[in-house]
């Protein structure tokens, strides 16, 4: 079975500080991916930045990193330099591939992120 | 390019009554196919999965049920509505057996039963 555990219901932020959501999770799958989606307040879903988990390379997308410790399932999100429009509900995601059953995609419970000017 | 329609946008439904939500994806073939319930405030929770026609997974055992008639349709259905079948539902698509692909979502169903 595939779980995410996101333990962090809200955090806030300075605008311009540094912030770290944590993530961690479970899977009896060899081959998986990891993503961090954004769910501003219109509902739709934006991918925010994805991992591969047989990279140890830290993924990056300009303000945004990811600290993904394997072996303490572990799959942080960074974000720098943090701007009002970051405000918004970041859920955490697993793909793994389940065999006959193909992709199975399991997302946290999220955690509400509020940026304070 | 790809898009995902979701319909209809908000429901109000009583007690008792049946539901069909319905999602449809267009310019993409054999895409496995999702749907979620979010609770007010809460995180996504997984109902079922699909990756085929008539292949189904169910997630969680509940008053609902889903089905796929076509290759790029997903129905979410229910026979009896119960109040806590409310919530904001969504339908999202990704491509089958490639892991790193991003899942792209419907603008979900904002279903109140009453």
């Known amino acids: 079975a595939q779980t995410v555990t996101q333990s962090q219901p809200e955090m806030s932020v300075q605008e311009a500080e540094t912030v770290t959501l944590s993530c961690t999770y479970d899977?009896?799958?060899?081959?998986?991916?990891l993503f961090w989606y954004k769910q501003p307040p219109s509902r739709q879903m934006i991918l925010v930045i994805r991992?591969?988990?047989?990279?140890?390379q830290n993924a990056t997308e300009n303000r945004f990193s990811v600290n993904f410790q394997k072996a303490a399932k572990s799959f942080s999100l960074k974000i720098s330099d943090s701007q009002l429009g970051d405000a918004a509900m970041y859920f955490c995601?697993?793909?793994?591939?389940?065999?006959?059953?193909?992709?199975?995609?399991?997302f946290g419970a999220g955690t509400i992120l509020r940026v304070k000017s | 390019s790809q898009t995902i329609h979701q319909w209809p946008a908000t429901l109000v439904q009583p007690v008792g009554s049946p539901l069909s939500l319905e999602c449809t994806v267009e310019?993409?073939?054999?895409?496995?196919l999702y749907w979620y319930r979010q609770a007010a405030g809460r995180g996504l929770q997984l109902l079922f999965y699909?990756?085929?026609?008539?292949?189904i997974s169910s997630e969680v055992p509940q008053n609902l049920s889903a089905s796929r008639p076509q290759d790029r349709q997903f129905i979410l259905s229910s026979k009896k509505l119960l109040l806590s079948d409310s919530g904001f539902y969504l339908c999202?698509?990704?491509?089958?057996?490639?892991?790193?692909?991003?899942?792209?979502f419907g603008q979900g169903t904002r279903l109140t039963v009453v």
């Open positions: 999202a698509w990704s491509a089958r057996q490639i892991l790193n692909t991003e899942a792209f």
């Open positions: 899977t009896s799958e060899s081959d998986y991916y």
């Open positions: 991992q591969e988990a047989y990279k140890q």
């Open positions: 995601a697993l793909s793994a591939l389940v065999k006959e059953y193909g992709n199975k995609l399991v």
């Open positions: 310019g993409t073939s054999n895409p496995n």
């Open positions: 699909s990756v085929g026609i008539g292949q």
